[in-house]
């Protein structure tokens, strides 16, 4: 039941929050048609009112706001600490001030609507708002402040998936766009109803006295919540538990703290990359004693867990709240931290994104440089090396690292999957081309010409920057690099230039209804792959579809 809660948890969290951005979407739009007329407002206003005033409207609206607000109280309620990095702080500040900006116009037209049946307009509601400085300034603060909040929300959300990188400049760039023309259409609109007669409402409406009580009940409710989850865990502190760290040092908290508030709270530098939320494995930690009768991982960090291979003692610090004590031993030196490689800006980095991998090996080659000078095996290994770095680079891929005489190369990172698929299967073509050139430009040098095997395989990876200083540098883990390997080695023991999996095959849309698959056993991977074994790889050249 826990952990189906807290999964539950997060996607309300998250549904709620896209009913939010949809109606601040369409809101905006309202707001962008007074560059045309006033008039045009109040026209698409109509719609606006038919879609969010309908019942089934109300009940979206209203209780994705109330189920983002009380979720973002509980996480309030939930902390132990208020030692946080500036970043976090600035982002809870961020999101508990929007009611304080929305409350007022929000009294002023749903509520009041709700209680008196008077319906203001763009003109009367433009006109209020422009009747002085400060709710001029207010009104476009609230604007800036909701929007910058949902696009923050919208990113967090969508930075892991596999085509927000691609798509984020763009969406980016429409966000501002919609942003912009909102505030535009806000100040046009509202200079023309500064001149525009107040026509005589058929219904009364609220009086000043009886909106300005409303606000101050919202006002002061909110504050009341604010306070009550701000102080709820600090009130009832109760028993406290004992964080021991490696290094020696200990730090009592109050039970139902995370490890990571512990951190926190004994001045213990502790990484954590996604604010504490269970999206990253940063700020994990070895439970070295004291783990036995601790709460089991939910679902969000059961998933994290699993995604890196972690061991039965590993736990996520922003999640494990101990029910006793216990020792940790913090897995990621914060130390290094501020100039760690994963922080840089490249667009690639720190992101699960589809590629297709390729691993290339020199066969027989260790034999070969028994019988040569060092200097020989170098200047041979050089040459091969340049000539893999030109055709992965010239069909489109990056060389990720050279390992003794094997190379790996990622296709995809600026493009789709499919185009990598395609961009790797040309590079395995050209490789092998190139390898046939080298072999005659060295014959003399050479008792038998230099075989190559190689290994194709595409899916999702982890790619980032990682290493540190000089050894840095973009790669991939997972899965998929994994697979790609463990195909290089295949395609040695079948004595064949490449192995290379159906999934790439039918993502570059490959014509290999002249070869021949196999379902062959993969070490380290349950059950068989589909496998394409191709003894010349410059023929798979001839497979693939003509570029339009």
Request: aromatic share 8%; glycine share 12%.
């Amino acid at each position: 039941m826990t952990i189906r809660y807290f999964t539950n948890r997060s996607r309300l969290h998250i549904a709620s929050g896209v009913v939010l951005a949809v109606f601040l979407v369409t809101h905006f739009i309202n707001h962008a048609l007074g560059l045309h007329s006033l008039a045009l407002m109040e026209w698409g206003r109509v719609y606006f009112s038919l879609i969010w005033r309908s019942p089934p409207g109300t009940v979206l609206l209203y209780g994705a706001l109330l189920t983002h607000a009380a979720l973002a109280l509980e996480q309030l309620a939930l902390r132990r600490s208020w030692r946080m990095p500036a970043r976090e702080a600035l982002k809870i500040a961020f999101g508990l001030s929007i009611p304080y900006l929305m409350m007022a116009h929000v009294a002023g037209t749903r509520l009041e609507y709700a209680l008196s049946g008077y319906d203001r307009g763009y003109l009367e509601v433009l006109r209020a708002l422009w009747s002085g400085v400060g709710s001029k300034i207010q009104y476009i603060l609230a604007l800036l402040v909701v929007w910058g909040h949902a696009c923050l929300g919208l990113w967090y959300w969508l930075r892991g998936k596999t085509w927000f990188g691609r798509a984020a400049g763009f969406l980016g760039a429409l966000a501002l766009l919609l942003l912009f023309i909102a505030l535009a259409g806000f100040v046009t609109g509202g200079v023309e109803a500064r001149g525009t007669a107040m026509p005589r409402p058929a219904v009364r409406p609220l009086s000043l006295d009886q909106l300005y009580t409303i606000q101050y009940w919202l006002y002061g409710g909110w504050t009341l919540l604010i306070a009550a989850a701000a102080s709820s865990g600090f009130l009832v502190r109760g028993e406290k538990i004992r964080v021991r760290y490696a290094g020696g040092k200990l730090v009592a908290v109050p039970k139902g703290s995370s490890v990571l508030e512990a951190s926190r709270s004994g001045g213990v530098p502790h990484v954590s990359v996604c604010g504490g939320k269970g999206r990253c494995s940063t700020c994990r930690v070895q439970v070295l004693d004291g783990g036995q009768g601790q709460p089991e991982p939910e679902a969000r960090e059961a998933a994290t867990l699993r995604s890196i291979g972690a061991g039965a003692d590993v736990r996520l610090a922003c999640q494990l709240r101990p029910t006793h004590d216990l020792t940790v031993l913090p897995l990621l030196d914060a130390s290094d931290f501020d100039r760690a490689p994963g922080r840089s800006s490249d667009g690639a980095a720190g992101r699960e994104r589809l590629v297709a991998a390729l691993f290339c090996d020199l066969r027989g080659f260790t034999q070969l440089s028994e019988s040569k000078l060092p200097y020989d095996v170098v200047f041979l290994l050089n040459r091969y090396f340049s000539m893999v770095d030109r055709a992965v680079t010239e069909s489109g891929g990056v060389v990720d690292k050279f390992i003794g005489d094997g190379a790996i190369a990622l296709f995809g990172l600026e493009t789709g999957f499919d185009v990598g698929c395609r961009q790797a299967l040309a590079a395995a073509a050209r490789l092998s081309d190139e390898l046939r050139g080298l072999n005659l430009s060295l014959a003399a040098e050479l008792d038998r010409p230099l075989r190559v095997a190689m290994g194709l395989h595409g899916g999702t990876a982890i790619v980032g920057r990682m290493g540190s200083g000089r050894a840095a540098g973009l790669t991939a883990i997972g899965d998929t690099i994994n697979t790609a390997s463990r195909l290089e080695g295949l395609a040695k023991q079948r004595n064949v230039e490449l192995a290379v999996s159906a999934d790439l095959v039918r993502a570059a849309g490959a014509d290999c209804t002249d070869l021949q698959s196999e379902h062959l056993e993969i070490r380290g991977k349950s059950g068989l792959l589909e496998t394409w074994l191709v003894p010349d790889a410059a023929t798979v050249r001839r497979l693939l579809p003509v570029a339009k």
